[in-house]
């Protein structure tokens, strides 16, 4: 899950995500989640110098405007929800009638995804969120706890293991933190009073539907979440669980709430549908020529081949991984401006949140729980 306002874990700050949403703790959950989408393309001035886009999965379905445009009265909407849903998906319409009928509206979600955006805040002090003792501790545990399934996922797919690790612990605080919100509601009250983002939310409600048809041993009516619906460890959306959730010890279910072989092999699936190069690097840091002018790319996506960057007058340091292609960040640091080359496995991160400053977390995040030594 475009850029928009950051999301944040166990701090309430208004963020977003594009392939999980939680809620005001875990980052994902925040504001409310998007589909991943590629990134704008590069000034066009440069437009004979760029590299092609990362590939990208086709966008996930939002809902028609029968049932989100908010001229039409809401119980008309609602009839017209069950209609595409039942269309869509297969589900009993009077299992969706019946279901929805239970739903319930909740005004402390409106307020939470409505509220003002708070200033955001620079790296310096949104680094110190993750990177401290007690989450690099935890995360090390919890790697040491379950190190066999966690190797065994990053051999067959290529994402080490410290980089699943750093998303579950950033998400959810190593899986403390998931949510207490039902999922059905949350997505129900955004779904039919949040016109601004009802297509999204609204196709989202539709997917639960599909997901609880098909993993019938989600109880549709128990399951807890953030205020966007994100769920589980890794904060999950209803169309990520469906589209690339995995079943990580063929017991022939898909859980994403805690069982944490089917939550490994998920998160590292999703880097992996994303663009997940394996053994590339992710960012390197970078000096800036003392007469180079500011440069600031139109997204993440890594179309700058390293010599037009070192045209611009940005390289990466001396002993720093180098790639075909990157972006440029700048990022205010606790001594001043920083300058960092985020390579395409950087970009595939920024998948999971559209944040750079999520991205980066969570990758120095994974380097010490790896204890790589890498920047």
Not at 108 to 115: F, G, L, N, T, Y
Not at 131 to 142: P, Q
Not at 287 to 311: E, I, M, Q, S
């Amino acid at each position: 899950m475009t850029r928009r306002a950051f999301r944040l874990p166990v701090v309430l700050l208004p963020i977003a995500l594009a392939a999980c949403a939680t809620q005001a703790t875990p980052p994902s959950e925040n504001p409310a989640p998007v589909p991943a989408t590629p990134a704008a393309p590069a000034p066009q001035a440069d437009a004979g110098a760029l590299l092609p886009t990362v590939p990208q999965p086709p966008e996930r379905p939002v809902a028609p405007a029968s049932v989100t445009d908010p001229a039409i009265p809401r119980e008309q909407r609602i009839a017209a929800f069950v209609d595409y849903t039942a269309q869509t998906y297969g589900v009993d319409p009077q299992r969706i009638r019946d279901t929805l009928a239970k739903a319930e509206y909740k005004q402390s979600i409106i307020d939470a995804i409505s509220r003002p955006a708070e200033k955001v805040r620079p790296w310096r002090d949104y680094r110190p969120i993750f990177m401290n003792d007690a989450r690099i501790k935890g995360g090390k545990a919890f790697y040491a706890a379950n190190r066999a399934a966690l190797d065994r996922v990053s051999a067959e797919t290529g994402v080490p293991a410290q980089y699943i690790v750093a998303i579950i612990g950033v998400e959810t605080s190593y899986g403390k933190i998931t949510g207490n919100y039902r999922v059905l509601d949350a997505l129900y009250t955004l779904a039919f009073w949040h016109p601004k983002r009802a297509p999204f939310f609204a196709g989202e409600l539709a997917q639960l539907f599909a997901l609880t048809k098909e993993e019938p041993q989600l109880d549709l009516f128990a399951l807890k979440g953030s205020y966007a619906g994100a769920m589980g460890m890794g904060q999950f959306m209803p169309s990520s669980y469906r589209n690339w959730a995995k079943d990580g010890d063929g017991d022939g279910r898909r859980d994403l709430l805690d069982h944490k072989p089917d939550v490994f092999a998920s998160i590292a699936n999703y880097f992996v549908v994303h663009g997940w190069q394996r053994g590339g690097p992710v960012v390197a840091r970078a000096t800036r020529d003392a007469d180079a002018a500011d440069f600031a790319p139109d997204g993440l996506d890594p179309v700058y081949p390293l010599p037009v960057l070192a045209a611009k007058g940005y390289h990466p340091q001396d002993g720093q991984p180098t790639a075909e292609g990157a972006t440029l960040l700048t990022l205010d640091g606790d001594a001043g401006k920083e300058y960092w080359l985020g390579y395409r496995n950087f970009y595939v991160i920024s998948r999971y949140n559209h944040s750079p400053m999520y991205s980066l977390a969570v990758h120095q995040l994974a380097q010490a729980i790896g204890d790589s030594g890498a920047p």
